[in-house]
């Protein structure tokens, strides 16, 4: 049986403290602001998929112009403050600054972004101001990042949104699925609430659609519908026994985590954690500081194709967690339906696959590790039974659209991770955007 509360509150607070602490002065902002270079035709702005212009807010940080500088972090990427702690800067917008090809550091442009954006949500300041309404009204499904983006850049220009959230609490990934250490459930709904307070935006929560709501009923009492329902079924292992007690997936434990509070979710003393995503490693981390004694991590391929970043992977690293690559699972072992150890394939890289990436290949060595709790997180699917019950076009459950969002239905637009399978906060960020834009042109706005 897992254990819960290994840990005491004092130590759940220090292990769960924020993993990248904001300036702790004004001064200490100022000289990381002074440092930019200002580049015209700037790489960091390009990198970033909302198109931030990180000169121009870095500027206006060095003038003391904080509400300006929020005022243009947010008018491109209105969940700027959120992305700030989570988004992988060191292949966005940070990886791009000119200061890494002359070997310094780069400018801390994600802690400047917080910097600025915090101090909007603190202070509540109102950057945007909503037109006069037009009489359009829109409905969008999900609470996320596209979602928010796409109701808030809808409500600017007077449209009535009404929101569809399946979950208790909007901000769909920021608020369940990320670790804590990042972002803390308040943090969310605080930037949830912030987005909301513009106005013409209602939400309802506790209405999944298929469930309580149907896209045709949708599509008759409202003028447009922005799909955002984001992705969320855990990709199972296929493997012999995946139902052992002690076998659990990422999104769920992570949720958990998000929903339950620390010392509610249970922890094995041995925890192996498949995949290499960013899911993963907050999986891996967490279960560690839970007060898991071990953690390793299986990764069917080597450092060099793993989907996480060299930072996140550094984070497991300190954390204590163990990496084994080029290895699979294959069977998972029990006894009187309780996890006690995983059997494991050695793998060796071959030809590349459709991702690009060397596929793993069996060598037919396989090694059994003790554990008694498998965390599954190699991948997410899109909803695919949902999808299909719908007369939208789809491929393999991911909703199909043009670039703009536009679905094979009238009226209806889609973004995020329902139509591109799973990226980063920024992108359902941008996404929601382009689906706001195209509606407008639908409604002759």
């Not at 509070?261 to 922890?267: E, H, L, R």
């Not at 989907?307 to 550094?314: G, M, N």
């Not at 789809?394 to 009226?411: E, P, S």
Request: with cysteine; glycine share 10%.
């Amino acid at each position: 049986m897992l254990e819960k509360k290994r840990l005491n509150t004092a130590e759940y607070d220090a292990n769960f403290s924020d993993i990248h602490p904001p300036f702790e002065t004004r001064d200490a902002a100022l000289v990381e602001a002074n440092r930019c270079l200002f580049c015209y035709d700037a790489p960091c702005t390009k990198s970033c998929p909302t198109g931030i212009n990180v000169p121009k807010f870095i500027k206006q940080i060095t003038t003391d112009n904080l509400k300006g500088s929020a005022h243009t972090i947010l008018s491109s990427n209105i969940m700027g403050a959120g992305c700030s702690k989570v988004c992988p800067v060191e292949k966005l917008c940070e990886g791009a600054c000119v200061f890494n090809l002359m070997e310094e550091a780069p400018i801390p442009i994600a802690k400047l972004q917080r910097y600025s954006t915090e101090k909007a949500l603190e202070q509540n300041w109102q950057l945007f101001q909503r037109k006069p309404s037009n009489g359009k009204r829109v409905a969008v499904i999900g609470a996320g990042p596209a979602g928010l983006s796409c109701a808030h850049s809808l409500a600017r220009e007077g449209v009535s949104v009404t929101i569809y959230e399946k979950e208790e609490k909007g901000g769909g990934l920021m608020t369940y699925g990320i670790a804590a250490y990042k972002v803390t459930p308040q943090f969310c709904e605080d930037e949830v609430n912030y987005i909301l307070s513009i106005g013409g935006i209602k939400v309802k929560y506790g209405q999944a659609l298929g469930k309580q709501i149907q896209l045709s009923d949708l599509q008759q009492q409202y003028d447009a519908v922005y799909l955002a329902f984001g992705v969320g079924l855990a990709r199972s292992l296929s493997i012999p026994g995946e139902e052992l007690s002690g076998v659990t997936d990422a999104i769920g434990f992570i949720y958990d985590i998000r929903t339950k509070g620390f010392s509610a979710v249970s922890v094995g003393d041995k925890v192996v954690v498949i995949g290499m995503g960013m899911t993963a490693i907050d999986a891996a981390t967490q279960a560690k500081r839970l007060g898991a004694k071990e953690v390793t991590m299986v990764y069917r391929r080597t450092e060099t194709e793993m989907p996480c970043t060299k930072a996140e992977l550094d984070i497991a690293k300190l954390d204590g967690c163990e990496i084994i690559w080029l290895a699979a699972p294959k069977t998972l072992i029990g006894k009187d339906g309780q996890l006690t150890a995983i059997e494991c394939e050695r793998m060796e890289l071959g030809a590349p696959d459709s991702s690009g990436r060397r596929s793993p290949v069996v060598t037919g060595e396989t090694f059994v590790l003790e554990t008694d709790m498998v965390i599954k997180a190699a991948g997410q699917m899109p909803y695919t039974d949902l999808v299909s019950k719908t007369s939208l076009q789809h491929k393999n459950g991911c909703v199909t659209t043009d670039a703009n969002g536009v679905t094979n239905l009238t009226g209806v637009f889609a973004g995020g991770d329902c139509v591109n399978g799973g990226k980063e906060v920024v992108d359902a960020v941008q996404a929601g955007k382009d689906g706001a834009k195209a509606i407008l042109s639908y409604l002759n706005l």
